[in-house]
């Protein structure tokens, strides 16, 4: 392998053989901006090393020919002692990574190069400032010695001297200082720092390749999921100085402004100062406009460098430059990190300005950051006290009482409260708690805790990690920064800044999503300064281009008409689900239990028939809100029991009553029913259509009050558009006597109404064994549904309601999962029995209409998996609804 990449050789496409910082400058040096000579070692070689634990000797060969190459070319030699050559030595990693070793600057320098050094800038102060600087840095990061050490011998030489600061220190101290440091590494090591250059710079490698597997690189990469064996890019980068006096200097800059994407130039400045000085506020740094009016001609070539820098990646791009006694150099560039807002904004901006076409803005925003502006927001202009900040780990606004268990936040929201968790941490246990609390606060945890994972999960905010945050629920008390707060107190949390505010802080929609819901002119009016009303524009822009060139339709998941109007105001083209089993709770449960218990076949159908007025007002309502919309009603689902009463509370009321000697009949025959009715699998047992077989009316009758409405809202001069949908068909067979009834009664209907009732009859793809004999399903079916979220679970194994509290956080920690399968699919698994499907359904019927209805319809990596997959729908929440049409619209641009 070859790995070693001069700048001259590589290029930005790179990044995963040279690293971000690698593939960058190869990129500028490319284009021809003036970045100093080097190379970069490749994520290969530290593979290579993680493999062997040990480097590869082919490596030590190819970096003596690139750094001949660039002795040789610029007529220094690394570490020589007339005019040295230095390096510095970068790690660069694909992603960008904090928690690995940084960068050691100044490589080459030693007893002998620092003189050379201070001979050829004519300044010696600078040359032993330089050494000085090589082994604080070489010392902490390479020799692994505690920097504690190295800054408390600086602080003590600036005492003795009596320096405020750093640069009030001379030539001698420095010298001195040398010495000093020199005798730290020889006690911690056990040796002399070493002074041979090709050593240091060797050494320098090796770390930083051994710095992708220190713990907190590990930490931060299961966090961000980023995978542990992509290895880390070196690069060897010849030194520029910008602390060689006050014609010198360094800085970094963005080509716009990060936050609001206004064009123009940003930045920060020092002057006589190298590396991290500007960032780590040493001393205050200037504006560019100040560089302007200190060296007018670095200024011009900055200047020019971002603009050509902004036309070659034709997006905002940051920068690190230093300037040696006048001239410029370029250290490191990249397409810069925005917000979510600036995206949309940017993106516009760069269409406006003719630098990219539309089809490419929705290409630089996300489904992710258009969620981030849809959240409820907390009113910026009122006043809040901060209690703590910490991870923000669930986007969202929330504000209720502080509840400590599942018990108070039961109680707390029957009663009507809107309630915050506050847990230590969370488990499984506290799941109930979590599902009616507005929000989840933990003090323990990261991003991938179960509080996190189930809070994002759910959709609901959360903050989590506040350590500062003491719970102690015994007392029923949460101590935060001297605060005492008891449950039943006032708390507001932001999960998308991690804030945590004692009492009531006011929640508005956002204006964007005033936007989505109603309309660019609602959107702006709630916008209260320019920047929002900007990028309300331009959310609007860029989604009215996804809808243009998107293939897929978006339709929404609800079951209520309420729900289908919010979708409907999202742009929901129709409904892909509507769930009946809620048609079947609350009041409604005594009839079910009439049914259940009903003696005989026409003791049945009466119970039966009590019940259709009510579904068939149930989808006129539905129906209507959807009017001339495509709307599918999917069959009852769920096991019949679950309509019934707790086994076990059923049990202890019918053995108190019956060692009363009051037990009530109808409870005893409803035990003996639930009793016979009790699944150890109820995923796996009598349910969908299983259900519609085994319980004869049933089906029908949810058949009948679906063909009625129809007739119902016809004669009232609508356009209904219901489609029948079957779930959990296996077999063609199931689907078939299904079909046979359902046509059966649309005819009858359709008779007596005089009118044709030839509705869509359809079957959910949902069982793996359905995905492969979809050709056969085909047969009976008007079209497919994919319900990714039970054939998640079927191809898994896994049950949906159990493991992700019970083992995910495991398998996300050693690698068997990135991310759970339930949120994005597993394209590689699930992913290819939907083209199974897909592919058998089209082959019966090539224009079967397909769609699909499980979560995965809502997530932006799975609507590009859709779109592939040849889908003509996704459906999702109803407040995923322009999430998918951003997506849906940008798979296919
Ligand atoms: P990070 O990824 O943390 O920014 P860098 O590798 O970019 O680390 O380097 C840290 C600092 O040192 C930056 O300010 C960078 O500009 C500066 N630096 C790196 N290499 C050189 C060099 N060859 N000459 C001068 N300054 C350098
Ligand atoms: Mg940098
Ligand atoms: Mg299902």
Redesign the pocket.
Known sequence: AKYVYRFSEGGKDQKDLLGG?GANLAEMAKIGLPV?P?FTITTEACRAYMRDGRVPAELRVEVTMALREIEDNIGRRLGDFHEPLL??V???AKF?MPGMM??V?NVGLNDASVKGLAEFSGDERFAWDSYRRLIQMFGKTVLDIDGELFSAALDAKKAEVRAATDVELGAEDLKDLVGAFKEIVKEQCGREFPQHPREQLDMAIQAVFGSWNTERARLYRRRERIPNDLGTAV?V??????NLGETSG?G?AFTRDPSTGHSGVYGDYLPNA???D??AGIRNTLSLADLEELDAKSYGELMQAMRRLETHYRDLCDI?F?IERGKL?M??TRVGKRTAGAAFRIATQLVDENLITMDEAIGRTTGAQLTQLLFPQFDGGAERTLLTKAMAASPGAAVGEIVLDNAQALERTAAGAQVILVRRETNPDDLQGMIVAAGVLTARGGKTSHAAVVARGMGKCAVVGAEELDVDRAAGEVRVNGTVLRAGDTIAIDGSTGEVFLGEVPVVDSPVMRYISDGLQAGLEAADDDATRELVEAVDRVLTHADDVRRMRVRANADTAEDARRARERGAEGIGLCRTEHQFLGDRRAYIERVVLAEGEQARQAALAELLPLQRADFVELLEAMDGLPTTIRLIDPPLHEFLPDLTDLSVKVALAKANGEADERDVKLLAAVRRMHEQNPMLGLRGVRLGLKVPGLFALQIRAIAEATVQLREAGKDPRPEIMVPLVGSVRELQIVREEAEGILAEVGREAGTALDLPIGCMIELPRAALTAHRIAEEADFFSFGTNDLTQTTWGFSRDDVEGAFFADYLENGVLTISPFETLDADGVGALVRAGVEGGRKTKPRLHLGVCGEHGGDPESIHFFHGAGLDYVSCSPFRVPIARLEAGRAAA
């Not at 980068?237 to 910008?242: D, I």
């Open positions: 910082k100093p080097g390096v510095s970068r790690s660069g960008s940084e960068t600057l690069n980068v010849t030194m520029v100085f910008g360094t970094v190298q590396g991290e500007v960032v690190e230093t150099w250290l490191q």
